[in-house]
């Protein structure tokens, strides 16, 4: 418990690195997720096809590999560089890594979503005169967002927990370097782990069962 | 039918033109994104033949890829059996009829599923030194956390299978004499097994993935080979770029082979008439790791 109340001020200062990793990522990803999609349904053969190779490619990358990549690969070979502070640029790419990552889940439930809207749905609509936008934004798009919010959940939760795969591009500021680096210095200590854990527990269920009790809430009876 | 046929009129002259005109732009924008990344290798020499010439000599396979595959294929095996083995008892166990078998067991699999993987396995790795002295932890500590926390997400998809089960098979199967042990074996599982088939092996593809956990506690396997071990044997060629390719195809095609698997396994269990259940969708399964798994039916095609 003592090692657990020393170290707490580093531990807290990892914590709140990966919950602005977290920050950062859920805008971005929500962002490039929201594009990706739009490619993957628009009327285009090529953006359809570009969507569709992106995602089927990131997706099936190990995290681990893809954030490797971006500070070994990228950072260091290609010079891609974001800023001359090393700790800015870890961070950035970083978030740069996992917010490409993170996207590709993000598409993949917005498209689930969509495709929860029964055919009739749109039929109907277009049936009593409705234009494609009016479709689409008074029928289709209330209908879909609501089915994605438990997905889109999980996908948040998946991501706060991957801000700790950071350490393999070299990003040294997170918890779970702070635990290591603690457990090397003062051999392993279950009230840090146990801490740390609960930490997370503390941000991930809220948002769990926040989003499931919105999905339930907001559900369309059918 | 196509949601798009619905969707859309068939597009006229101007609409016609304008998805000429998005077709057109969107090539452009993927051609200058592909000249930016050919002309950025360019500049740093990453086509060079000696940076690629390495991934077709047959040693660099047989003495680093390959070992480096095995590394990764064994945590992943290890990790799965245990995993499936995990999820089964404790699955089972949330469906108990014993508040004090049910209530624990629910407890280990909140707390799994919530904690990041990493810190569970450096956790591991540095706990079990203490516990049981010196020795090499490293593919214990990968196969252990890879275990407990796909094994807390298969077994919310053991119980969810079961829980798809309709109603009227254990009513029906209480009626003609089974107890409860009988309803479970022969009634329940054999049908679960099959709905629950296509969620597992989604799942075992975020298990594969996440085997490159490894590479941060130093693990020897493909990624480690890529990234740690193959760049300093080709100096002065600089392979690290040509490697992370080759390495992530292989992660690729491996977890794309397993994916397509999964949507076999979909259709199959959508169309089977040996179990009254309907599949358990993935997309209940919380994120782990990798996030959902992936949809089974999103592959390459809309």
């Known amino acids: 418990m003592d090692e657990l109340i020393r170290y707490a001020p580093d531990l807290a200062r990892g914590f709140a690195v990966n919950m602005q990793l977290a920050l950062a990522s859920a805008v971005l990803s929500l962002i490039l997720g929201t594009v990706l999609v739009a490619m993957r349904v628009s009327p285009t053969p090529v953006l359809r096809a570009a969507g569709a190779a992106y995602v089927n490619i990131v997706r099936n990358t190990p995290l681990t590999l893809l954030l490797a990549f971006c500070a070994l690969g990228l950072s260091d070979k290609m010079g891609l560089v974001f ?53 689409l934004r008074l029928i289709i ?5 609501r089915a994605v919010i438990a997905p889109l959940g999980s996908v948040m939760i998946a991501m706060i927990k991957n801000t700790t795969v950071a350490v393999a591009a070299g990003y040294l500021a997170d918890v779970a370097f702070a635990m290591k680096d603690t457990f090397d210095k003062t051999g392993v200590s279950i009230p840090i782990f146990i801490g740390i854990a609960l930490a997370f527990m503390a941000v991930v269920l809220p948002i769990g069962l926040f989003t499931g009790w919105l999905s339930r809430k907001l559900a369309v009876a059918r | 039918m196509n949601r798009a046929n619905v969707l859309f009129d068939a597009p006229g002259p101007r609409g016609r033109l304008r998805n000429h005109l998005l077709t057109a732009i969107g090539l452009v924008a993927l051609a200058a994104i592909g000249y930016f990344i050919y002309s950025k290798f360019e500049q740093k020499g990453q086509w060079q033949a000696e940076v690629w010439e390495p991934f077709i000599q047959p040693r660099v396979w047989t003495d680093f890829i390959l070992p480096g595959l095995r590394g990764t294929l064994v945590a992943a095996g290890l990790a799965a059996v245990c995993a499936l083995a995990f999820g089964a008892i404790f699955g089972l166990a949330r469906l108990s009829d014993h508040a004090w078998i049910r209530v624990p067991a629910g407890v280990v699999v909140e707390v799994f599923r919530a904690i990041p993987l990493l810190l569970l396995i450096f956790f591991i790795f540095y706990v079990m030194p203490q516990l049981l002295g010196g020795g090499d932890y490293v593919l214990f ?23 798809a089960v309709p109603k009227g098979q254990s009513e029906a199967a209480y009626a003609i004499g089974l107890r409860k042990t009988g309803v479970l074996w022969r009634i329940l599982l054999p049908q679960a097994v099959t709905a629950m088939m296509p969620a597992i092996v989604s799942q075992l593809v975020v298990l594969l993935k996440d085997t490159a956990l490894g590479f941060i506690i130093s693990y020897v396997d493909l990624l480690s080979m890529g990234f740690r071990i193959i760049p300093p044997n080709f100096r002065p060629a600089d392979t690290l770029i040509s490697a992370a390719i080759v390495i992530g195809a292989i992660y690729i095609l491996l977890n794309m082979l397993l994916s397509a698997l999964a949507t076999w396994l979909e259709r199959r269990s959508r169309r089977s008439k040996k179990t009254a259940a309907p599949p358990v969708a993935p997309t209940n399964i919380p994120g782990g790791l990798g996030g959902r798994p992936p949809a089974p039916a999103a592959l390459g095609s809309e």
């Open chain 1, 83 to 135: 800023s001359q502070n090393p700790s800015t640029n870890g961070f950035l790419l970083v978030t740069m890594g996992l917010s490409l990552y993170t996207a590709t889940f993000v598409c993949e439930a917005l498209r689930a979503g969509i495709n929860t809207v029964p055919f009739g749905q749109a039929e109907a609509a277009r049936a009593i005169g409705l234009t494609f936008s009016q479709s």
């Open chain 1, 141 to 145: 798009l209330p209908q879909a967002f």
């Open chain 2, 141 to 163: 500590a990968l196969v252990a956390g890879l275990t407990l926390y796909n094994g807390s997400v298969l077994a919310e998809v053991v119980r969810a299978g079961v829980l």
